[in-house]
C-alpha cells in the first residue's frame, strides 16, 4: 500500500496529559507525526486535534480506532487530501533594510497573497497562510532578501463533507443520558 | 418517634453527606465505597498518609505486604482473575511506583481489571528531581487503560470514582492514580459518588442487528464453521451464552490461552488449544474452515502464526467489544461489535440448530494423530527422565479439574494449558500477551486470597520462579494456601528450545546452575518435597494437593524435553510440527 498524505482529526476533553497518550500511539508503530495542532473547536469545553501523516491508509485507519478507544476523545477520524480544507501559517522575519532596495519584496508579498504582519525600525514580519508547498515557495523567493528566521505552524483543517464528525461528537454529547460524575 | 428518626438514618448513610477529612483518609473511604476488603502493596515516605489511614481500618480492609511491587501487581492480577473483583495496589513514589510497570503492562494487555494508587512527592516538588520523584504519569502511561494525577485532596473522590469505573467497565485494565504526599495529608469536605459514566467514553459499543443478521446467515450457510473463543467470554460472563450457541450450532470451537476454562476441558465441541504450541487439528483446520468465528479474542500472533498463510480461504466474524480490535490484524467480512454476552444471546436466536459431524471428526482424527505423535509420551513417558507432562496427568487425577492453574511462563506454561482438565471457568491464570515470567508466584498467592475455597495451584518453572521468589514470604504471612509447583529442568526451557531448533544447539545464557529450592522454601517455612523417581511421584502429588496451607513441591523433570506441536515462527498455522 502507498504512503499518502492524511489528516487525522479528533475531538476531546482538555486534560493534562491526553497529547501524550495520543502520540504514544504514533510512536508505539514508529509512525513520525508531520505536525500536531491542538485547540478549542466549535462546542464549548471540546478540543480539537489535527495530526498530519505521510502513511498508508490501513495503518491510519487502525490507528484512528486507537486514538478513538482513549477514555478523553470523544471520536477521531482521518481525511484524505481531497476530503479537507486545509492551512498552515508561515512567518517570515526579515531585516527592514531589505524593504529599501526597491518594491521587490513587496511585490513578491502582494504576488503570492502574503502581507506584512508588522514592520518595525530592524525587521519586519510577513505572514503567509496556505499550503505548505506555497509557504515554501515563497521563502524560495525571500531567501535572497536573508530569511533572519522562519516559522511554519501545524496543518489545521475542516471536512468538505456536509456533516464533519463533530456533528456527530454534538448528537453524542445531546444524546447523553448517562449520569456523569460532576 | 420512627418517623422523624428515619430521615436522619437516611442521610446519614447516604454518600452525598459531606464530612471533614484528609486525603489520605477519603483514599481508604473509597475503598470501603467501592467493595474493597483487599489490597495488595509496599508502604514508603509518599505514600505514608494512606497507610497510615489505613491501620484504622484494619478490620474492614486487609493489606498485604508484597516483597516487591511487581509482586504486589501481580497478586493483585490473580486476585482479579480469580474473583472478577478488581485488583488493587498501593505503592510509593520513585522506585515503587517504576516497580509497578511490569504487572500494569501484563494486565494492560490482558485486559485485566486494576487500580493502582501511588504516592508522589509533595506538589511544589514536582519536576524538581525531588527525592523519589518519577514521572509515573508518564512512564505508565502507554501501560494503562487511563491514568491521572492528583494534587489536591477534594480532586481524590472524582479522581479514584472515575478509575474504578474506567478500570471494570468495557473492556477492563489497569489505570493508576497518582497522589501528591501534600493532598493526602490536606483536610477536604468529603463526599462521594459512584462514577456511571463518562460522556467521551462508550464501554461497551451498542449493537447492531444487522451484523447479527449477517452472522446468522453465515453460520447457518456455513459447511465447516470454526470458533475461536478467548478471555472475552470470561470477562464478558458469557459462558453459559456461548455453550448454549456452540451447541445449538454443533460449531467445534478452540480456544485461547486467555480463554481457556471458559469452556470445560470434557465438553465434546472443545477441540483444544490454538497457537504456536496449541493442538494440531485447531491450527492445521483453521486453513480448511469456511467460516472462522472469533470470539472475545484478538489474533495474537502467537495464535495466528504468518498472517499471509492464516484463513484466507474463510468468511471471519468477528464478535469483539473494544472497535479497534477490528481488522487490527485479521481482516473481518462481519464484525458484530457489543459485549459478548448480549450478541451471543442475540445470535442464538438466529442460528439454526446444526450439527457438524464430519467436519468434528476431522478434529478428532487430527486428535488421534497428535495423541499418537506427541500426547501419549508426554502423559506417559517410557524413559527414566520425568515429563512435565506426566506431573500435570497426575495432578488432574488428585484435583478432578477442579482447581485453579496459575503458571508462570515458558515451557511449564504451555504444557500446563495443553493438559490441565478444567470443569468451571475463571480457573485459568496466566501471563498471556506480555509473557512476563516471575508472574506465577505472586499470582498464585493473589488467587488464593481471591477465591480461599478452591484449590489453588501455581505451576512455575525454575527460571520464572526466583524472579519474585521472595513472596513465599507473602504466602507465609498472610497464610494464602497456595500449591506451588516447581517443575525443574534446570534450564530456560523454552529459551534452550528455540536455540536446539531454530540456533543450533547454541545454547546461550539458557543453563541455570540453581540454589537448593527445598533449602529456600523451608527458610520461608514453607512445607517442601522434591520428586525425582517416577515412584514417588503419585504419593507426592496426593501430598502437595491434600495439605492444608501453602505447600512446595519440586519436580526434577527431564532437561532437555520440548514442547510439541509446534508452529514456527514465521510460518503459517498449517505448518504446524508434530516433532
Not at chain 2, 343 to 368: G, M, Y
Request: hydrophobic content about 40%; proline content about 4%; glycine content about 8%.
Amino acid at each position: 500500500m502507498e504512503k499518502r498524505e492524511f489528516t487525522i482529526t479528533a475531538y476531546t476533553e482538555n486534560t493534562v496529559g491526553l497529547l501524550h497518550r495520543i502520540t504514544i500511539i504514533f510512536t508505539k508503530r514508529k509512525i513520525n507525526i508531520e505536525s500536531i495542532t491542538a485547540s478549542e473547536s466549535e462546542m464549548e469545553n471540546i478540543y480539537r486535534f489535527t495530526i498530519a501523516v505521510t502513511e498508508t491508509e490501513e495503518l491510519v485507519g487502525k490507528v484512528v480506532k486507537q486514538i478513538e478507544k482513549l477514555v478523553e476523545v470523544h471520536k477521531a477520524a482521518y481525511f484524505k487530501k481531497d476530503e479537507v480544507v486545509q492551512q498552515e501559517l508561515a512567518l517570515y522575519k526579515l531585516a527592514t533594510e531589505s524593504l529599501t532596495n526597491g518594491l521587490k519584496v513587496e511585490r513578491i508579498v502582494r504576488e503570492h497573497s502574503a502581507r506584512f504582519l508588522t514592520i518595525e525600525k530592524n525587521f519586519v514580519v510577513i505572514e503567509k497562510a496556505g499550503y505548505r508547498r506555497e509557504a515554501f515557495a515563497l521563502f524560495e523567493e525571500l531567501k535572497p532578501f536573508g530569511i533572519k528566521e522562519f516559522v511554519l505552524s501545524g496543518r489545521v483543517a475542516v471536512s468538505r463533507a456536509e456533516r464533519g464528525i463533530g456533528a456527530e461528537v454534538r448528537e453524542l454529547l445531546q444524546s447523553e443520558t448517562m449520569e456523569h460524575t460532576p | 418517634m420512627s418517623t422523624i428518626e428515619a430521615p436522619t438514618k437516611t442521610e446519614m448513610n447516604s454518600t452525598t453527606v459531606t464530612e471533614r477529612v484528609t486525603g489520605a483518609n477519603a483514599v481508604v473511604r473509597i475503598l470501603l465505597e467501592e467493595g474493597v476488603d483487599l489490597v495488595f502493596g509496599y508502604p514508603g515516605g509518599a505514600i505514608m498518609p494512606v497507610y497510615d489511614s489505613l491501620y484504622d481500618y484494619q478490620q474492614q480492609i486487609h493489606h498485604v505486604l508484597a516483597r516487591h511491587e511487581q509482586g504486589a501487581t501481580h497478586a493483585a492480577q490473580g486476585y482479579a482473575r480469580a474473583s472478577g473483583k478488581v485488583g488493587v495496589c498501593l505503592a510509593t513514589s520513585g522506585p515503587g511506583a517504576t516497580n509497578l510497570i511490569t504487572g500494569l503492562a501484563d494486565a494492560q494487555i490482558d485486559s485485566t481489571p486494576m487500580v493502582c494508587i501511588t504516592g508522589q512527592v509533595p506538589s511544589g516538588l514536582l519536576g524538581s528531581d525531588a527525592f523519589q520523584e518519577t514521572d509515573v504519569i508518564g512512564i505508565s502511561m502507554p501501560v494503562t487503560k487511563w491514568n491521572t494525577q492528583v494534587t489536591r485532596a477534594e480532586e481524590i473522590p472524582e479522581a479514584l470514582a472515575k478509575a474504578f469505573y474506567i478500570a471494570k467497565s468495557g473492556r477492563p485494565g489497569p489505570v493508576l492514580v497518582d497522589i501528591t504526599k501534600d493532598a493526602q495529608f490536606q483536610e477536604f469536605d468529603f463526599s462521594y459518588t459512584k462514577c456511571t459514566g463518562l460522556r467521551s467514553y462508550v464501554p461497551v459499543p451498542k449493537l447492531d442487528p444487522t451484523k447479527v443478521e449477517q452472522a446468522a446467515e453465515l453460520i447457518n450457510n456455513a459447511e465447516r464453521p470454526f470458533i475461536l473463543f478467548g478471555q472475552g467470554v470470561i470477562l464478558g460472563n458469557a459462558e453459559a451464552e456461548f455453550k448454549t450457541f456452540i451447541e445449538k450450532t454443533g460449531i467445534p470451537s478452540a480456544w485461547t490461552i486467555m480463554g481457556l476454562s471458559a469452556l470445560e476441558t470434557d465438553h465434546p465441541l472443545n477441540v483444544g488449544m490454538l497457537g504456536m504450541h496449541g493442538n494440531y487439528g485447531p491450527n492445521l483446520l483453521t486453513n480448511e474452515c469456511d467460516v472462522l468465528i472469533a470470539i472475545g479474542m484478538r489474533f495474537d500472533d502467537r495464535v495466528t502464526g504468518n498472517l499471509s498463510k492464516y484463513a484466507k480461504q474463510a468468511k471471519v466474524i468477528h464478535l469483539e467489544i473494544d472497535p479497534a480490535e477490528i481488522d487490527k490484524n485479521v481482516k473481518t467480512d462481519v464484525a458484530v461489535l457489543g459485549d459478548c454476552k448480549e450478541s451471543l444471546t442475540a445470535l442464538i436466536e438466529k442460528v439454526k440448530p446444526n450439527s457438524h459431524k464430519e467436519w468434528l471428526q476431522r478434529f478428532r482424527d487430527c486428535d488421534a494423530m497428535e495423541h499418537e505423535k506427541v500426547i501419549q509420551g508426554e502423559l506417559h513417558p517410557t524413559d527414566e527422565k520425568l515429563s512435565m507432562g506426566e506431573v500435570i496427568r497426575i495432578i488432574n487425577e488428585k484435583t478432578n479439574g477442579d482447581a485453579i492453574l496459575v503458571t508462570d511462563v515458558g515451557q511449564h506454561q504451555m504444557v500446563a494449558c495443553r493438559y490441565t482438565k478444567f470443569n468451571q471457568s475463571k480457573s485459568n491464570i496466566t501471563s498471556g500477551g506480555l509473557g512476563t515470567m516471575g508472574f506465577g508466584l505472586p499470582a498464585g498467592l493473589g488467587a488464593a486470597l481471591g477465591a480461599p475455597d478452591r484449590t489453588v495451584v501455581a505451576v512455575i518453572g525454575d527460571g520464572g520462579l526466583q524472579m519474585t521468589i521472595q513472596e513465599f514470604a507473602t504466602i507465609y504471612q498472610t497464610r494464602a494456601n497456595v500449591k506451588v509447583l516447581l517443575l525443574n529442568n534446570e534450564f530456560l526451557g523454552m529459551v534452550r528450545q528455540w536455540q536446539q531448533l531454530f540456533f543450533d544447539k547454541r545454547y546461550s545464557a539458557t543453563e541455570m546452575i540453581n540454589p537448593d529450592f527445598q533449602t529456600i522454601a523451608k527458610g520461608y517455612y514453607i512445607p517442601t518435597n522434591k520428586v525425582t523417581e517416577r515412584e514417588k511421584l503419585d504419593d507426592a502429588i496426593t501430598e502437595f494437593i491434600n495439605h492444608d496451607g501453602a505447600y512446595f513441591l519440586e519436580v526434577m523433570v527431564g532437561k532437555e524435553n520440548n514442547v510439541f506441536p509446534m508452529v514456527p515462527s514465521g510460518c503459517g498455522v498449517a505448518e504446524i510440527r508434530l516433532e
